[in-house]
C-alpha cells in the first residue's frame, strides 16, 4: 500500500540529547513537508523540501534540522538548542499535479 | 503571511443535528484553495472539503458542505446529521495557488473541537 509512515509512534528523551524523527513515503512524492503540532496552536510549519538534496526552513524552523538524501526520506532531528521539543510531530507530502497534502501517522515526542 | 483563524475552540452538537465551524483568513492573493481537515483522536489528518477561490459555487462533501464568501474571507464548514464519528479536532487551512514561491504550503488555524453527543 502507498502511503507515508512516521516511526516510532511515541519517543521519549531526556533533555540535552539530539533525536531524529523518521519520515518515509512510497507515494513518488517530490516535496515533502514537517509540521509541529501543540495543544491550541494548530500545525505550524518546520521545514519543507521540494527535491531532493533541497530544504527550506518554514516558520518555526530554530532549533531543528533536516536532510534529503534520498526522495522518500525526510528525517527531522530536533537538537538540544529547541527550548520545548515536547509536541506531536506531523510529516506531510505533495502530490505533484494536485497539490494535495498527505500526512503521516504523527510521532508524539515527550522530552523531560 | 497569510493567516487563517477559527474562532471557536470547542463546538458541540446533538447526533443527527447540524453545527457549523466558522474560519476566517487574510490574504491579498485572488486566487488560493481552502480546506477543511478532520483530525480524529488516533490524529492522522484527513482532508474533509476543498475549495478553489475561482468557483463560485460552495463544494459538497456528501454531508460536509462549505459556505464561502469570498469577499468577506470566510470559509465557514457545515456538517449536516451529526454522526459520533464526526467527532474530532476540525482544522481549516490556507494555501496559494501561486505553486512556486510557497512551494505548496499549508498555512493552518488553531482548531475546533468537535464534541458529538448522543
Known amino acids: 500500500d502507498g502511503g507515508i509512515t512516521q516511526s516510532p509512534k511515541y519517543l521519549f528523551r531526556k533533555e540535552g540529547q539530539n533525536v531524529t524523527l523518521s519520515c518515509e513515503q512510497n507515494l513518488n512524492h517530490d516535496a515533502m513537508y514537517w509540521y509541529r503540532q501543540d495543544p491550541g496552536q494548530g500545525l505550524r510549519l518546520i521545514y519543507y523540501s521540494q527535491i531532493v538534496n533541497d530544504f527550506q526552513k518554514g516558520d518555526i524552523a530554530e532549533g531543528y534540522s533536516v536532510s534529503r538524501e534520498k526522495k522518500e526520506s525526510f528525517p527531522l532531528t530536533v537538537t538540544s538548542a529547541q527550548k520545548n521539543p515536547t509536541a506531536f510531530y506531523l510529516c506531510?507530502?505533495?502530490?505533484?499535479?494536485?497539490?494535495?497534502?498527505?500526512f503521516g501517522p504523527g510521532t508524539r515526542l515527550t522530552v523531560t | 503571511a497569510q493567516t487563517v483563524t477559527q474562532s471557536q475552540p470547542e463546538m458541540s452538537v446533538q447526533e443527527a443535528e447540524t453545527v457549523t465551524l466558522s474560519c476566517t483568513y487574510d490574504?491579498?492573493?485572488?486566487?488560493?484553495?481552502l480546506f477543511w481537515y478532520k483530525q480524529p483522536p488516533s490524529r492522522q489528518m484527513i482532508l474533509v472539503i476543498r475549495?478553489?477561490?475561482?468557483?463560485?459555487q460552495n463544494a459538497t462533501e456528501n454531508r460536509f458542505s462549505v459556505n464561502f464568501q469570498k469577499a468577506a474571507k470566510s470559509f465557514s464548514l457545515k456538517i449536516s446529521d451529526s454522526q459520533l464519528g464526526d467527532a474530532a479536532m476540525y482544522f481549516c487551512?490556507?494555501?496559494?495557488?501561486?505553486?512556486?514561491?510557497?512551494?505548496?504550503?499549508?498555512?493552518f488555524g488553531r482548531g475546533t473541537q468537535l464534541t458529538v453527543w448522543p
Open positions: 487551512a490556507y494555501r496559494s495557488h501561486d505553486r512556486g514561491s510557497t512551494l505548496g504550503r499549508l498555512y
Open positions: 506531510a507530502s505533495r502530490d505533484s499535479p494536485s497539490y494535495e497534502q498527505y
Open positions: 490574504t491579498s492573493e485572488s486566487d488560493y484553495y
Open positions: 475549495q478553489e477561490a475561482y468557483k463560485q
